[in-house]
């Protein structure tokens, strides 16, 4: 089966070397409804994984307030004048050893912080890769890597809608684990149990469709907590 992989311009056809050549006229028309269609679909699934990391970084943020004992508006001109994730993981990574938290929970956050890592390198594919349409049986947008399309087309990797999908659903999870153990956020009795277990089972690589259940006690409150 021959797969077309069109840009705006163009498609992006297999040659007879195996790898990608710009020919031929666009395999379907920028604004037709096929393609407006399958744009606003991975639009719909885009924005949902970004906004799941977000919330992976505000977990992130509650524990550095939480082992600087600083104020919220100091807390987080502090941990945001960071531009980069990798900055304000190194900043709360730097203040676990004097928080006021017990070892057990200290170990958590750096789990959380672990994971997190991990999880960021999916985060920079989808914000930094390169859009196109991948016109196969199902046609649909996926992210590609730049310098991986000029790659035989056996090696090029593609992030798909089902990997955007898997990744939401663990950035979810990793964010419900970042405070289900914080006490401004749960019971003492919840959080003296931890979530080391659950934190620990949540998937390594962001796109695995590893199924993972939400601890009851993981969840965030129905309201935000009181300052």
């Not at 035989?152 to 663990?170: C, E, I, S």
Request: one cysteine or more; proline letters at 7%; a neutral charge.
């Amino acid at each position: 089966m021959k797969i077309l992989v069109t840009g705006s311009a163009g498609y992006l056809g297999e040659s007879k070397s195996g790898t990608f050549s710009m020919s031929g006229p666009p395999y379907e028309p920028w604004d037709s409804p096929g393609r407006q269609k399958a744009l606003a679909i991975f639009h719909e699934h885009l924005g949902k994984a970004v906004a799941a990391w977000s919330t992976i970084e505000d977990g992130l943020f509650e524990w550095f307030k939480y082992c600087t004992g600083l104020e919220e508006y100091i807390a987080r001109s502090v941990f945001y004048s960071a531009r980069s994730f990798e900055g304000r993981r190194d900043m709360l990574s730097a203040a676990i050893p004097f928080s006021r938290g017990d070892e057990k929970t200290r170990t958590g956050i750096r789990l959380c912080i672990k994971r997190a890592r991990q999880y960021s390198e999916f985060r920079n594919r989808i914000s930094h890769g390169h859009l196109i349409y991948y016109a196969t049986t199902v046609p649909q947008y996926v992210i590609a890597e730049g310098r991986t399309l000029s790659s035989p087309w056996n090696d090029t990797k593609y992030v798909t809608l089902d990997d955007l999908k898997a990744a939401t659903l663990n950035f979810e999870g990793l964010a419900y684990c970042l405070l289900g153990f914080h006490p401004q956020w749960q019971a003492p009795d919840v959080c003296e149990q931890g979530c080391l277990e659950e934190i620990q089972a949540l998937p390594i690589a962001a796109s695995s469709k590893q199924p993972f259940p939400i601890p009851p006690q993981t969840k965030p409150p129905a309201t935000d907590p009181v300052e």
